[in-house]
T-cell receptor
Framework: AQSVTQLDSQVPVFEEAPVELRCNYS??????LFWYVQYPNQGLQLLLK??????LVKGINGFEAEFNKSQTSFHLRKPSVHISDTAEYFC??????????FGDGTTLTVKP | DTAVSQTPKYLVTQMGNDKSIKCEQN?????MYWYKQDSKKFLKIMFS???????INETVPNRFSPKSPDKAHLNLHINSLELGDSAVYFC??????????FGQGTRLTVV
């Protein structure tokens, strides 16, 4: 079984400030790691993913995440946020059996 | 061209009714899913189908019955709707263990 913990349910930041959304996971098998973004009244869309290789992955909209195997973490970062980044962010893990588990989400609110 | 489309987008119905939500993907993916997102935005997988075969069936009341006529379609039928079924239901598809592509969601309100 696997689980995903998003450590912050809400993150308020000012525009142009850096942000980090934290994600920890646990699993008895190897997993693939994902971050998704959900804008209001829309479905989820992929921000970035880690399947293998370099532990620092870059995604869309200037986001990046670093896979840390020893700490079982996959934190999402952006050096300078915009108002348009206000959304719900979900961390997810998927096993090679195709089962996905999502975290409870982090609401990022960017204030002017 | 919408990759994963689900209909209807909104569904308001009375308790006890039976309703269906349809989902189609044009990505050629082998795996399709149904997720439920509650009012607190928690997202939980309900079902997963691979090439029309059920591979994941989480703890979901048997009033919920998925049907996959072909690998591009995964419909969700719900019998005897209850107030607690009110949520947003998302269909998604994926190929192997890569990322899932989500539909826009169906907001179900049971009154």
């Amino acid at each position: 079984a696997q689980s995903v913990t998003q450590l912050d349910s809400q993150v308020p930041v000012f525009e142009e400030a850096p942000v980090e959304l934290r994600c920890n996971y646990s699993s008895s098998v190897s997993v693939y790691l994902f971050w998704y973004v959900q804008y209001p009244n829309q479905g989820l869309q992929l921000l970035l993913k880690y399947l293998s290789g370099s532990t620092l992955v870059k995604g869309i909209n200037g986001f990046e995440a670093e896979f840390n195997k020893s700490q079982t973490s996959f934190h999402l970062r952006k050096p300078s946020v915009h108002i348009s980044d206000t959304a719900e962010y979900f961390c997810a893990v998927t096993t090679n059996a195709g089962k996905s588990t999502f975290g409870d989400g982090t609401t990022l609110t960017v204030k002017p | 061209d919408t990759a994963v489309s689900q209909t209807p987008k909104y569904l308001v119905t009375q308790m006890g009714n039976d309703k269906s939500i349809k989902c189609e993907q044009n990505l050629g993916h082998d795996t399709m899913y149904w997720y439920k997102q509650d009012s607190k935005k928690f997202l939980k997988i309900m079902f997963s189908y691979n090439n029309k075969e059920l591979i994941i069936n989480e703890t979901v009341p048997n009033r919920f019955s998925p049907k996959s006529p072909d690998k591009a379609h995964l419909n969700l039928h719900i019998n005897s709707l209850e107030l607690g079924d009110s949520a947003v239901y998302f269909c998604a598809s994926s190929q192997d263990e890569t990322e899932a592509f989500f539909g826009q969601g169906t907001r179900l309100t049971v009154v």
